[in-house]
T-cell receptor
Framework: GAVVSQHPSRVICKSGTSVKIECRSLDFQATTMFWYRQFPKKSLMLMAT?????????EQGVEKDKFLINHASLTLSTLTVTSAHPEDSSFYICSAKRGEAFFGQGTRLTVV | AQSVTQLGSHVSVSEGALVLLRCNYSSSVPPYLFWYVQYPNQGLQLLLK??????LVKGINGFEAEFKKSETSFHLTKPSAHMSDAAEYFCAVGGNDYKLSFGAGTTVTVRA
């Protein structure tokens, strides 16, 4: 089956630093990847749509300069949280689309 | 625009009893509808989905859901709950682009 892998699964970073999260489609090529954010005990919110070779499309209210998305190849998209603050602490989940969408296992980001 | 309403943030059932999770949606295009399960600190696992065709959809682990266009509903059921069904369940709606809008989630607890 289609496997989507996120790395790291868990990361703790200091306030003010940047952290990169990778989303890889392991056995298929994904023209489109999506990034979601899940607050504690809350639903998932779509942050942005990432298309290979073009700029990401951000949802309303999502700061594109803070959440940098790069879709460098058909199997890799990265989300970089820049100048992280404690309020950025969250669970970030990606999905990769080829025909249908497949979810990664998520990344727990804690900013201290 | 698309949205999902999950009725009941928490459902408690006895082992062996019927599980019923309610989901209503709104969509300006023919909807694709999904149910996902999430275990603590993990990503999303697809239980089942409706895209087109048969309105009664069978998924994994004995779950099924019925798409009722007239009621804009996609309720999830399982005839007999198992302890392993304790988890968070999300209903989601999207189009064939797989940009998903999620409901707030329903926490299922199973009593022995």
């Amino acid at each position: 089956g289609a496997v989507v892998s996120q790395h790291p699964s868990r990361v703790i970073c200091k306030s003010g630093t940047s952290v990169k999260i990778e989303c890889r489609s392991l056995d298929f090529q994904a023209t489109t990847m999506f990034w979601y954010r899940q607050f504690p005990k809350k639903s998932l919110m779509l942050m942005a749509t990432s298309n290979e070779g073009s700029k990401a499309t951000y949802e309303q209210g999502v700061e594109k300069d803070k959440f940098l998305i790069n879709h460098a190849s058909l199997t890799l998209s990265t989300l970089t949280v820049t100048s992280a603050h404690p309020e950025d602490s969250s669970f970030y989940i990606c999905s990769a689309k080829r025909g249908e969408a497949f979810f990664g296992q998520g990344t727990r980001l804690t900013v201290v | 625009a698309q949205s999902v309403t999950q009725l009941g943030s928490h459902v408690s059932v006895s082992e062996g009893a019927l599980v019923l999770l309610r989901c209503n949606y709104s969509s300006s295009v023919p909807p694709y509808l999904f149910w996902y399960v999430q275990y603590p600190n993990q990503g999303l696992q697809l239980l089942l989905k409706y895209t087109t065709g048969a309105t009664l959809v069978k998924g994994i682990n004995g779950f099924e859901a019925e798409f009722k266009k007239s009621e804009t509903s996609f309720h999830l059921t399982k005839p007999s709950a198992h302890m392993s069904d304790a988890a968070e369940y999300f209903c989601a709606v999207g189009g064939n682009d797989y940009k998903l809008s999620f409901g707030a989630g329903t926490t299922v607890t199973v009593r022995a």
